[in-house]
């Protein structure tokens, strides 16, 4: 996939992007059908999965940028529900869907059929937490579904590479598979911090907005390829760690690297996260010819084993936030239990992603002895079975069930309260700062007076989100936006007209619209 067909793919994976946020649609699971439909039309290319390419390229930014945005103080309050989600119930999936496989498929061993457990056992995030941000999920459930995509993917992995090698022929006990887990996911922890400790240290020494952002882009790659190719340990692990940190040290970082990075990333997700569910609608034509056993005995065993990832998550999702606290009381009373819905909707967003197919694509095609790897072909197509499966039912249904069951969250006083309480203490203290600077100059004293002023007016702006929805919008505050924002207005049609008339340089005219964008970007976020 290189070339023409790669810029199609891009081209068309955004355009119905676009189309699907037009419409209020679901992008991934809308890019998921369309890949499906279009992979049986003459003349599309080949887009197989490159494991390497999912792996390398796509896969290590995804992580970063989701970590970098993430709350790291929010996901070490939650990191006991994250820890039973994204280690623990990627081995019972592992181990439920291996025993159902090979009971289930004729001629499948039983280590194959752990493969294809670790392959399936890892939920994507993406489509779920798109779902929730816009239904108004509580904060701690998105928090929980977001830090268990963060860290799922290795523990996958590593109970991937654990499978695999016991399958083409390497002999592990059982303690001796669980210290190697445990070893790789530890080293990719440390590798993680390390990496994030000097990358921070180099951004403060750099000062540059741009070289930040620049070497910035790097880091996921950089780190990824150090953790998994020169130290073997969990590259996946590591990125999440160094995204994390560098994300919780971000206010140390320039305002205008900041600002770069997040425009970057998000740009960059919405390309990544187009170009892969597209990728695994397109992956039906070359999952089906590729294997030789009758198709609708396996695609009927693909349905049952969809319905056992299913149910394994519900097993394991309601005992593990319900028991802990009937056996601890401490544990009770700092955090009491949570009613029976909470838990539903965390049950039912289990959708597998393209983690899942690039792993079943890395499978080996020999074993140590030279030998076809055993089902490799069947594990595949019981791998897309389950990822398509998955996507299409909790993605279909899940805005139902937060609705039907009515799990919403009720934040925005709350947000709203203590950004006005921290928008207080903030003006107190530039006021007192202000103070301490003012000597008396007149040549300052009108400055000292407008500085005061905006202070003040940023501070009572945020005590007015609080009033009655009705009267918010004739507040002073919003009032001024509005009548700043029509001022930009003209006053960029004057710079544009100075522009085309030649009267300004385009040198000149980008950087007073630098200025225009950045106030009206911050004139926009509260509207």
Known sequence: MHGLPLIALLVGSLAVTALARRIGASPPLVLVVVGLAVSFVPGVPDYAIDPDLVLLLILPPLLYSAALDSSYLRFRDNLRPIGLLAVGLVLFTTAAVGLAAWWLVPGLPLASALVLGAVVSPPDAVAATAVGRRLGLPRRVMTILAGESLLNDATALTAFRVAVAVAVGASYTVWQGIGVFVLIALGGAVVGWAVGAVMHRIRLLLRDGVLESAVGLLVPFGTFLLAEEALHVSGVTAVVVAGLYLGHRAPQAG???????????????????????????????????????????????????????????????????????????????????????????????????????????????????GAPFPGREEIILLAFVVTVGTLLLHGLTLPTVIRRLDVRGHEDFADALAEAQAQTAAAQAAAARLAELDDGNPLTRHAVAKLRYMAESRSNAAWERLGPVEEVDRTPSVAFRRLRMQMLAAEREVFVRYRDERRIDDEVFRRVQRELDLEDSMLRRDT
Not at 297 to 317: C, E
Not at 324 to 350: H, N, T
């Open 255 to 369: 305002p205008a690297q900041r600002l770069q990075e997040e425009a970057v990333w998000k740009a960059a997700d919405t390309v990544l996260e187009s170009l892969v569910f597209a990728l695994i609608g397109l992956q039906l034509r070359a999952v089906v010819e590729g294997v030789d056993s009758p198709l609708l005995p396996l695609l009927l065993d693909g349905v049952l084993l969809v319905l056992v990832v299913v149910l394994a998550r519900i097993v394991w999702v309601f005992p593990t936030t319900y028991v802990p606290r009937w056996l601890f009381r401490r544990l009770r009373e700092r955090d009491p239990s949570p009613r029976w819905q909470v838990p539903a909707v965390i049950s039912w967003a289990g959708m597998r992603g393209v983690v899942t197919l690039a792993a079943a694509f890395a499978i080996p095609l020999v074993t140590n002895t």
